[in-house]
């Protein structure tokens, strides 16, 4: 008789479905999401644990960087699977103790979730068994003002999140839905970004042949500028 081995699998949303929904206590009130950020881009991510060092640097950073968010109509939401009075007297600690790489009295005000039970933690995804059974990896879901997941990052326990990269993210998936184009690797607002792939062989041989507007290394690969002040003025907030 063979021996049967169960292997536990973590489900997770993927890139295009909606949001799971859901209720939850944070530090700032009781939540339902994705429905009262309807008309907003936001963030959701997770931490493993409050009082570690780690995830006290990157709350913080992302505390520190909120502005500059909600400037791009984002709104940040954090999770972990600690109590919310863990939460609460963590997020105090890093307030009135804690000064890290210049940034002093941080106070974090937007929401970090309750999830003692892992029910939103494991509807997203967040709980990777091979990475600890206990503790949320850190996982970044950007999520669009109809509810929609754009984008999703994941980083072990062990490793800190690129905070200038989640901004870069975030601008570079409003500036392709604002102006339909793509954006190439490594694009800062500012650089050259690249048009919609030409359709017909009539299209193609027009933009090999034109010299205004727009630079082609061949007919499926076009480039055209936008400049940096127009990308932020359309979809930043002043």
């Known amino acids: 008789?063979?021996?049967?081995?169960e292997?536990?699998?973590?489900?997770?949303?993927?890139?295009?479905d909606k949001a799971p929904?859901?209720?939850a206590v944070t530090t700032q009130g009781e939540i339902d999401f994705?429905?009262?950020y309807e008309g907003s881009w936001v963030i959701l991510f997770s931490h493993p644990a409050d009082f570690t060092p780690v995830c006290t640097s990157e709350f913080m950073t992302f505390a520190s960087m909120e502005e500059r968010f909600a400037k791009a109509?984002?709104?940040l939401v954090g999770l972990s699977v600690d109590g919310l009075y863990s939460h609460i007297a963590w997020l105090r600690t890093i307030k009135e103790k804690i000064e890290y790489r210049g940034m002093k009295d941080v106070e974090v005000k937007f929401p970090l979730?309750?999830?003692?039970?892992m029910e939103v933690a494991k509807k997203y995804g967040m709980m990777q068994p091979?990475?600890?059974?206990t503790k949320a990896v850190r996982a970044v879901f950007f999520i669009d003002p109809k509810g929609i997941i754009r984008t999703i990052l994941y980083y072990p326990l062990s490793l800190g999140r690129n905070f200038e990269e989640i901004y870069r993210v975030l601008i570079a998936l409003q500036t392709a839905d604002a102006f339909s184009v793509a954006c190439p690797a490594d694009w800062q607002p500012?650089?050259?970004?690249?048009?919609?792939?030409?359709?017909?062989?009539g299209v193609a041989k027009e933009r090999m042949e034109s010299k205004k507007d727009i630079k082609c290394y061949d007919w499926f690969f076009c480039t055209k500028k936008l400049g940096k002040d127009e990308v932020l003025q359309k979809i930043t907030k002043k």
């Open 34 to 36: 994705p429905k009262q």
């Open 73 to 75: 109509n984002c709104k």
């Open 7 to 16: 292997v536990k699998t973590t489900s997770m949303p993927r890139i295009g």
């Open 113 to 117: 979730i309750e999830d003692i039970t």
């Open 21 to 23: 929904a859901f209720k």
């Open 130 to 133: 091979g990475e600890s059974a």
């Open 1 to 5: 008789m063979e021996n049967t081995v």
């Open 190 to 201: 500012g650089d050259d970004v690249i048009v919609p792939t030409a359709g017909s062989c």
